[in-house]
């Protein structure tokens, strides 16, 4: 029931067309937007690790 692809790595669910999109980034302050041929985007997570000092 799903599609897996590599370039771009993401995952299609084939019944819906729906899209998990898999990014990294090596300057986390760098990417913050993603942009589609159609639809959009209804969950985003950050791992905003460069924005804290430590575990406190």
Same mark, same amino acid.
Request: include cysteine; aromatic fraction near 14%; charged fraction near 25%.
């Given at each position: 029931?799903?599609?897996?692809? =590599?370039?771009?790595?993401?995952?299609?669910?084939?019944? @819906?067309?729906?899209?998990?999109?898999?990014?990294?980034? %090596?300057?986390?302050?760098? =990417?913050?937007?993603?942009?589609?041929?159609?639809?959009? @985007?209804?969950?985003?997570?950050?791992?905003?690790?460069? %924005?804290?000092?430590?575990?406190?």
């Amino acid at each position: 029931m799903w599609d897996d692809s =590599v370039s771009p790595m993401q995952l299609t669910y084939i019944p @819906t067309g729906q899209q998990i999109r898999f990014k990294g980034d %090596d300057k986390p302050q760098k =990417v913050k937007s993603q942009k589609f041929c159609h639809g959009y @985007t209804k969950f985003k997570h950050y791992e905003e690790a460069a %924005d804290f000092n430590g575990m406190a």
